[in-house]
């Protein structure tokens, strides 16, 4: 799995006080899952955030910031992150915030039958 450990760990230390989370590995990277949603995660060595879909058009003229085309088209309510969009903790901060306030209102996703 190649993904980004130390920004894995900055992900880790910034949700560390917070119940139900979850890392998974998918889509080639890291997932952090809260109360067992999708919330941010790591591909290679980008961010990846669930954002609110109206919050899309607003974010994607930060700097360092795309939409998420993981499989060919865009994403809707996803967004991706590279460092130069996350140098200062501060910016760090506002990624990891804008993620968990969108995953307090976002819908679980359906469990798959076995």
Do not use: H
């Amino acid at each position: 799995m190649a993904y980004n450990e130390k920004l894995a760990n900055r992900i880790r230390e910034q949700l560390a006080d917070l119940p139900n989370i979850d890392e998974k590995e998918m889509m080639g990277g890291l997932t952090f899952m809260v109360n067992d949603k999708m919330c941010i995660g790591i591909i290679k060595d980008e961010l990846m955030c669930r954002i609110a879909p109206e919050m899309q058009d607003t974010v994607l003229e930060k700097k360092g910031c795309r939409i998420m085309d993981f499989t060919g088209r865009p994403m809707k309510g996803y967004v991706m992150v590279d460092d130069t969009g996350m140098k200062t903790q501060k910016e760090f901060d506002y990624w990891i915030n804008l993620c968990l306030e969108f995953n307090s209102k976002a819908n679980s996703s359906k469990k798959k039958k076995k």
